[in-house]
């Protein structure tokens, strides 16, 4: 039997766009693939400048375990291999191809060869799939288990609890078969006993899909969860699913289970089936600044500005542009960054949605400690915080926050709480290293 429901907000779904099925968008002009769209190493450029190349051509090989390849969404010459900066303030390579509009295929693609867990891990490396949900984990990387016993349970995260994104909504819709198939090789090469598709059951119609494709399957659960932020948080979908707890500083593996994004899941089937490698994602365009609200097939490395031209434009001058949602989603610079691979959705906000609301004094009415799904006392973290008290961040587990803004959503004096759990995170880490380094000098 499952646990009682964590804590979270309610907020407004507003997933304009969930009946929209994706538009290809033409090809850009020009793409840039960042060395870095994963968490780990960047990746090695395998091309230089004045070099042809193809649709689907290797661009940049994995540098080590903890890396992810890059291949080319358009055939074209590259044009330069230079350092750009990102949204995150961190300067990387990048490689800049402009495209000759033919789109000529790569040789290269081909289905691999598939016989046992070792070369299914393999091909997913190969596939330069990242966690399509959040951060950019490599999905091999989560997928190379030692004892594959350990394994309890994979959890595919249909959930998509952000407001305005529909991304991971539209896989479910449009590419069951590919859902379905990802599982199919979840259980053969990963021997997954109990697999767990979960969707928010605001999204009834791919619920009730995938219990009319796994129906007599005893080893495939459909299950509907409440919609509610952040229902998607790997550690709250763990919680809600199997009653299992990931312990702090640990990985899902450590309760049992692994936890794969839909989307990625269709990514490694079709990759499987045809050997096309991750070159091209949907993303969810929408906001309150965007004259067509829609979902996109666009190539990774496409600058933001095609994308929302694409979308018809702006209907107001956008205050504020974010990847991915209202709740978690980061600030962009500038609209010549580009669809990085874990971008699943554009926001636009106009001056009227984007204007941030003015912080006053915390009145201690426990609403950020009532609202998070850790069970953290945020207010108490600011307070430590502010007071250069680091050793108490440790105390309060600073480090179990997942950084979803429950507590600053609910907070009625505005109060920057998210950002300072952030800003303590970081701190402690500095703080623990100290630690560590002055105890090893005594020894």
Not at 9 to 23: A, G, L
Not at 136 to 145: D, E, I, Q, S
Not at 239 to 264: F, M, Q, W
Not at 357 to 372: F, L, M, N, Q, V
Request: net charge neutral; hydrophobic share 40%.
């Amino acid at each position: 039997m499952v646990a009682k429901t964590l804590h979270g907000v309610h907020v407004p779904h507003r997933k304009n766009t969930e009946e929209n099925s994706p538009i290809r968008m033409p090809i850009p002009s020009k793409i840039c693939l960042p060395l870095s769209m994963h968490i780990g190493k960047p990746a090695t450029p395998v091309v230089k400048v004045g070099d042809e190349v193809k649709v689907g051509q290797l661009i940049a090989e994995a540098n080590g375990v903890m890396s992810a390849p890059i291949y080319s969404g358009i055939s074209g010459k590259v044009t330069k291999i230079e350092d750009v900066l990102l949204f995150s303030g961190q300067k990387v390579g990048a490689v800049f191809i402009e495209s000759d509009g033919k789109q000529t295929v790569s040789e290269s693609i081909e289905p691999p060869t598939i016989t046992n867990y070792a070369e299914f891990v393999e091909a997913v490396r190969r596939s330069g799939v990242v966690g399509l949900g959040g951060a950019g984990f490599p999905t091999a990387m989560k997928l190379n288990v030692k004892d594959l016993s350990s394994v309890e349970a994979v959890i595919v995260n249909g959930a998509e609890c952000e407001p305005y994104i529909t991304s991971d909504t539209r896989t479910m819709l449009d590419h069951p078969d590919l859902v379905a198939e990802g599982v199919a090789l979840l259980q053969k090469y990963l021997g997954a006993k109990r697999v767990i598709i979960a969707i928010e059951d605001n999204k009834p119609q791919c619920i009730r899909n995938f219990r009319e494709t796994f129906k007599g399957d005893s080893g495939v659960e459909v299950t509907a969860l409440p919609a509610m932020y952040p229902q998607g948080g790997e550690k709250v979908l763990i919680y809600h699913t199997t009653g299992r707890i990931v312990p702090e500083g640990k990985l899902p593996l450590d309760a049992g289970a692994i936890v794969i994004n839909c989307s990625t899941l269709a990514t490694i089937a079709n990759y499987v089936k045809t050997g096309i490698p991750y070159y091209e994602k949907c993303v969810t365009v929408d906001g309150s600044a965007v004259k067509n609200p829609c979902n996109v097939i666009v190539p990774i490395g496409t600058p933001l500005k095609d994308v929302f031209e694409f979308c018809g434009g702006f209907r107001a001058e956008p205050r504020k542009v974010l990847y991915g949602g209202p709740m978690m989603g980061v600030s962009v610079p500038d609209l010549d960054q580009p669809i990085l691979k874990n971008t699943n959705a554009l926001l636009a906000f106009a001056e009227g949605d984007a204007e941030p609301p003015t912080e006053t004094s915390c009145i201690h009415c426990g609403r950020c400690i009532a609202h998070c799904p850790m069970k953290l006392a945020p207010v108490e973290i600011e307070r430590a915080y502010r007071m250069n008290k680091t050793e108490e961040l440790e105390t309060l587990k600073v480090n179990l926050c997942m950084e979803c803004g429950c507590c600053a959503y609910v907070c009625p004096a505005n109060r920057h709480l998210v950002q300072v759990n952030k800003l303590s995170k970081a701190r402690l880490r500095i703080w623990q290293e100290a630690e560590k380094l002055a105890k090893e000098a005594k020894k």
